[in-house]
């Protein structure tokens, strides 16, 4: 198993742990018709077209086509959304070549334990009731009315003929719950035993496979064929890396959006320090197309995210990581300035939003003393966790790993973690004032957790983030079509799931339509497939 696969791993667990239980114990993405029908280029055997290579840039060698082939629909990427797109294209009795990356299928989207909808057929049978304007008022309210209304209205209207359509695929379900407190409504349908690979992936592939769907995998997609302004294809390579060329009415961007894409990630604002990005999967290859090579209109800088917080080689789902690192907000945060700039409980009611200082500073410390960490391995911080393993303080106390400073002063402390000494020391200082207090006048942190640092030794934690999953990048309609920059459609252009989610930006709103990623996967997809088969039609 390899760095990634334990990574998403861990992240799957932590949400099945229930990180936040709110208010007590917290633990663990010119519609004309000409635009897809008709428009497929005939084979060439070298062409020179600005496909994207390695870097997004165009491909500046000729290429030689070693296969074409022809299609209604053409999908990129077969993780979740692009499954279904391809299931549902299929039944619209459209003929489909999914391309896969990777040696097999199912992308992040094996790894989801739920999906979120209203109005579900579930949810009505269990006399489940959410009021979804509340939904939609805070969705717009926490964005900054910077989402698009009418996309929730969309995607609110269609979660639940989702779900029926998903057990009409033989998809199953365990359970329909509120997460145990995670969201703050019954919408979570949790996938049987809370696993996509196990409730969703199987039955849709059986259903891709009699619809004919034709499925390549270890065949990326390597860029887009336009023609006057009209995607009517899409290139491949082959396993041997030769040349495919697919000709089709649509092509559907489906790769998973851009959290191994290191510039990308850069210009979303992630210092990815100490971070080292796995660019073999998740390059934005479906996104980098769209904008260099169709004019895409990007949303790259705003896109939200699922994102983990390191500190160091420490595994975070011990209690130490899990109360140093921002929940439940015990520690003094600061800068590389020795500076606070945050009240540290910001996590406290959507744990998606626990890497957002890694976003706006340039490094983050989070500051404690022993007193404070002997309340966290006596479990009996204000909000205790289950199922963490506990803490060994004499490890941490002789830990050699750089992101962690131990000393016996903060001058010491100070000089380990490469902060100025008199600054920290003056940080320190008014924090402990307000603790004494009992109000924290420059923040407004709740006075229970104002813990002094006082008690030798003293700790200085670098915290550095990852980004999970991207979720956007692309803009699209609420038909899934990408826009250019004025956000007229591209003919011909698609983007589903985390490509082109446009429910969120700047924050993944967990607490409220939990598991709408998974939603927005399922119905964009759902949407794109039929916006095709209405136009092929
Ligand atoms: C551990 C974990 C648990 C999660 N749990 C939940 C949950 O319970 N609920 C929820 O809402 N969200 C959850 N998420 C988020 C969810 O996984 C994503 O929203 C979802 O996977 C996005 O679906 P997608 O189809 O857009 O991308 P993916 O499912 O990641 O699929 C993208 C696919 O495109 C392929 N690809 C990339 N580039 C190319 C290329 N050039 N050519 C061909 N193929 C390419 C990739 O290999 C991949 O198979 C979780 C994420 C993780 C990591």
């Known amino acids: 198993m390899d760095k990634d696969q334990v990574r998403a791993l861990s992240e799957n667990e932590r949400f099945s742990r229930r990180n936040f239980v709110k208010g007590a114990a917290l633990v663990g993405g010119v519609a004309a018709l000409m635009g897809v029908a008709g428009c497929a280029p005939a084979a060439d055997d070298t062409q020179d077209n600005g496909a994207s290579d390695e870097s997004g840039g165009s491909q500046t060698t000729p290429r030689t086509i070693v ?42 989207g094996q790894f989801t334990e739920g999906v979120f909808a209203v109005d579900s057929p579930l949810q009505k049978e269990q006399g489940i009731e959410v009021d979804r304007s509340y939904i939609m008022h805070k969705e717009l309210q926490v964005s900054q009315w910077i989402t698009g ?10 979660s639940g003929d989702n779900i029926q359509w998903l057990l009409d695929q033989g998809c199953k379900f365990s359970a329909v719950s509120d997460g145990e407190g995670v969201a703050e409504y019954p919408v979570i349908h949790f996938w049987q035993n809370k696993k996509a690979a196990e409730g969703c992936f199987p039955f849709l592939q059986e259903k891709a496979d009699s619809y004919g769907v034709e499925i390549r995998t270890s065949t990326p997609f390597d860029g887009l ?13 082959n396993e ?29 604002g992630w210092s990815l320090d100490g971070v080292t990005l796995d660019s073999t999967i998740y390059n934005a290859d479906g996104i980098r197309a769209a904008i260099n090579e169709a004019g895409a209109r990007s949303f790259v800088p705003y896109a939200t995210f699922n994102a983990t917080n390191h500190l160091g ?5 011990d209690m130490f990581t899990y109360h140093a690192m921002s929940n439940p907000g015990d520690a003094l945060f600061v800068n590389e300035n020795a500076a606070r700039f945050i009240y ?9 939003v ?75 200082d008014r924090y402990n004032e307000n603790c004494t207090l009992g109000i924290d006048r420059d923040f407004g942190k709740t006075s229970e957790h104002l813990l002094p ?8 934690a670098h915290i550095t983030a990852s980004p999970g999953v991207m979720i956007g990048g692309v803009e699209t309609n609420i038909f899934s079509q990408v826009v250019d920059i004025l956000k007229n459609p591209i003919e011909g252009l698609y983007a589903v799931g985390v490509d082109g989610c446009m429910l969120y930006r700047n924050i993944y709103t967990f607490d409220t339509a939990c598991a709408g990623a998974n939603a927005n996967n399922i119905n964009s997809a759902r949407v794109a497939a039929n916006h095709i088969a209405g136009k092929v039609a």
């Open 67 to 108: 296969e074409t082939l022809e299609c209604d629909v053409l999908v990129a990427g077969v993780g979740i959304a692009g499954l279904v797109a391809a299931v549902q294209a299929g039944e619209n009795n459209l003929k489909v070549i999914a391309l896969e990356k990777q040696g097999v299928v199912g992308g992040n």
């Open 149 to 158: 209304g009418e996309q929730w209205t969309v995607f609110l209207d269609n």
């Open 225 to 237: 064929i336009l023609e006057n302004g009209v995607v009517v294809g899409a290139y491949a390579k």
């Open 240 to 268: 041997s890396g030769e040349d495919i060329q697919i000709n089709a009415k649509a092509v559907i961007l489906a790769t998973g959006s851009y959290s191994g894409n290191e510039e990308y990630c850069r210009e979303r």
């Open 313 to 317: 080689n420490f595994y975070y789902q």
């Open 344 to 352: 540290e409980t910001y996590a406290e009611e959507n744990y998606m």
């Open 354 to 428: 626990q890497c957002v200082p890694n976003l706006t500073q340039k490094k983050i410390f989070s500051v404690f003393d022993r007193a404070t960490m002997e309340k966290w391995a006596n479990n009996d911080a204000l909000y205790p966790i289950e199922g963490y393993t506990p803490m060994d303080l004499d490890a941490i106390d002789n830990s050699t790993d750089p992101a962690l400073a131990v000393a016996g002063s903060i001058e010491e402390l100070a000089s380990k973690a490469g902060l100025d000494a008199a600054k920290l020391q003056a940080t320190i």
């Open 453 to 460: 640092i006082t008690t030798a030794p003293f700790y200085a």
